[in-house]
């Protein structure tokens, strides 16, 4: 048995679904888009049922991604039962979708989800729902598990004889007369055709022309024409009337509100959180917080995590063992030291690497959650729209862009925020460029040996350079390679809502697993590649001038030298290609003091060389990342071209400029 | 006037949708219609976008979008000032509310006098006086 769920964004629909599958999903993406698609398994009374959720939408038209996927899902694979997910607060606007889900398929078992909260606005008769509308109809409480066996029940047992949306007779009369010419040619669901042809849908044109039902097309043509010149309206608006008009009945039908006027808590808060003048200040104070809870709170589990893997370093001299070099010791005891190291200074390693990771991703996530359940991110949206729409993006893009400053690799996770493809797209190719607290920690380290008497005006340098790169390439891009058709952005402002510790930890595990296992075997991938440059020819010493990564780096020296790279330099950016702060590691291990690093650069060229780290090719993980998220190699090409090119540029004329002006020589 | 010409707190009755493709067929299907109420609730600290209440639903629109919507103001009953004298415009809500509504004379078309503005509020229309609670004439839309 196969079972869909329908309903609007914001419903509690993923809730429903967690709820009924529990454990037992799996996350993909919709053949060919980025668009998830969640399928999940459930056995109730002997009976296996699978499980789809279809993309949250207002409705059922050809003009969104979101749409055209869930409607094509109901007419292909002809589901046996849709549950239509409805928020019972907002039970208006939520009956829209369904008149249109009426048109689809009969069987439909509605779920009046928060129940609760929507006892508290009206008077809900649910008897008196199943009998106008001829369907099950059953409240729920999703985040409490009520009414989810009920649904099951229904849908298996339910008495499906839907009484259908009636149309104004003299549109009925004309559905009708298309009907009959449609019935000619066969078509699956011909009354929802006959319809959608009459409402100008653009997707059921091109399919009804495909099969040559040109008479169809023509009648369709004709009767539109004549339905407007009688309701004096464009064929949309007057479809979309007849609908609402419905929905609005039903709705008075069935609910009695309880309480009219009057201020709501969500109209109380949204005064202060979206105030004019307090609303943008309280805005990046919560950032502020949420950024330091999670990189606060991760980072003692990152320290034990890379304490165990890579051991410490006492301080009166002498090394603690950890996983890496103990596993080594032991392997090296029965096969050839070249392959233990490579098992265990490259893959676990990148293993190791992998598993820092986690702590932030699943707090970061955790966060994400709290501020979408809650209903804040709407707000966000709200406020910072029109700052971020000067570079492509709606407001919530703000959020990846803030995270970034933290690490790359949550912050270009956290773009499925968006809604938009195009947007995501762009605000993924604009992350890597925002320094990461691991570029931040070098710039820290380097500005501290160079730079002793300017560190604070060096370091805001750097973060202005790139804010103000950003700002640049998002306004490019985003007038030309990320150019897009305008997409509506009528958005929902929520209702506050406390978010549940079950909804939380759902989120925080389905995110951070997909990270591990798929960025993760990357990761671990990448870094067994690094060892093999760094190691090699074997018997020279880790990652040295006689490694091939040393040969490459005077290979390219004269190169650099253009931009003020020395090959130490290089040699550390090819391992902060693993990950940033691992250029702090390479430089004390390749000079050992700190004179040694003041003699082998000058001021000039240590800027240089972090304006270059600033932007050229983001880490193994990001890139990883970067892949997860779209699926797309050309796309984690792009990224790091984008990222070299600028690095170049922009070191280039650093250097070049500098050394004119005869600065720091 | 356009739906991004009302202030904050102004409520207006929505005549047409224009616009075409996606953006039209969205704000239709978020319930903006002619003859739905919209009221304006608040504009975004950098004066975009704006929050209309909407069927009971708070949604954002940019001013790009809103001005797609062609409206007039309207105003709630509950905010005319006593000694004036208003048409009622709309009444909104289901059949029997209507209907308790239409036995005290306030329906689409006919003329309310306010006699006194608070609490609760009573009005003169031409089947007599009588009182209103401030809910439901927060529901009868006059101009």
Known sequence: MLIALAGNPNTGKSTIFNALTGAHQHIGNWPGVTVEKKEGHVEFEGESIKIVDLPGTYSLTSYSLEELIARNFIIEEMPDVVIDVVDATNLERNLYLFTELLELTGKIVIALNMFDEARRKYKINVKRMREILGLPVIPTVAIKGHGIKELLQESLHGNFAPKGMEYPDDVERRIQKLLKVLEKYKVKN??????????????????????????????????????????????????????????????????????????????????????????????????????NFVFEVAAPFQDAIDLIFNGKDIAGGGHINGLIDISYNWM???????????????????????LTFTPIIMLLFLILSVLEDSGYLARVAFLMDRLMRKIGLEGRGIISIMLGFGCNVPAIMSTRALRNERERKLSIALNPLIPCGARIQVFAFIT????????????????????????????????????????????????????????????????????????????????????????????????????????????????????????????????????????????????????????????????????????????????????????????????????????????????????????GG | MKLSDLKVGESALVTKVEGKGAIHRRLLSMGILPGTVIRMVRISPLGDPIAYEIRG??????????????VEKIVPLNLVPPGERVRVILVDGGPGFMRNLSEMGITPGKMVEILRGCCPMSVRTELGVFQVGMGIASRVFVR
């Open chain 2, 57 to 70: 639903v708070f949604i954002s629109l940019r001013r790009d979008e809103a001005k797609y919507i062609e």
């Open chain 1, 448 to 663: 501290s040996i160079f730079f002793v008497s300017h560190k604070a005006v060096v370091l805001w340098s750097l973060l202005l350079l790139s804010m103000v790169v950003v700002a640049l390439v998002g306004f490019v891009y985003s007038r030309t390679i990320f150019k897009g058709r305008a997409e509506p952005f009528v958005m929902e402002l929520p209702p506050y809502r406390l978010p549940t510790i079950k909804g939380l930890g759902v989120h925080m595990w389905e995110k951070s697993e997909g990270f591990l296992r798929k960025a993760g075997t990357i990761i671990i991938g990448a870094a067994g590649i690094i060892w093999l440059f760094a190691a090699l020819p074997w018997g020279v010493e880790y990652g040295s001038q006689a490694s091939y990564i040393g040969q490459i780096a005077n290979f390219l020296a004269p190169l650099g030298h253009a931009f003020g790279l020395t090959p130490e330099a290089l040699i550390s950016l090819f391992f902060g290609f693993f990950a940033k702060e691992v250029v702090i590691d390479t430089f004390t291990v390749l000079f050992g003091t700190k004179s040694a690093m003041l003699a082998s650069m000058t001021a000039l060229q240590a800027y240089s060389f972090l304006v270059f780290l600033l932007f050229y090719t983001p880490c193994v993980a990001t890139l990883a990342t970067v892949y997860q998220e779209t699926r797309s190699w050309k796309f984690v090409l792009f990224v790091v071209l984008e990222g070299f090119l600028l690095a170049i540029f922009f070191s280039f004329l650093v250097y070049q400029v500098g050394t004119l002006l005869g600065v």
């Open chain 1, 190 to 291: 011909p009354r929802w055709h006959a319809i959608k042809l009459i409402e100008n849908d653009g997707e059921v044109i091109k399919k009804i022309q495909s099969i040559g039902a040109r008479d169809a097309i023509h009648l369709a043509e004709h009767l539109r024409h004549e339905i407007e010149d009688i309701y004096g309206d464009d064929i949309e608006t007057l479809f979309a009337s007849f609908r609402y008009s419905f929905a609005h009945g039903l709705f008075h039908e069935v609910a009695e509100p309880i309480n009219v006027g009057g201020v709501t808590l969500t109209d109380m808060i949204d005064h202060v959180v979206a105030h004019k003048i307090f609303g943008i200040p309280i805005f990046l104070v919560i950032m502020y917080l949420a950024f």
């Open chain 1, 332 to 354: 090296a005891s029965f096969m050839p030291n070249w392959l233990a190291s490579f098992i265990n200074h490259g893959m676990l390693r990148g293993l190791g690497a992998v």
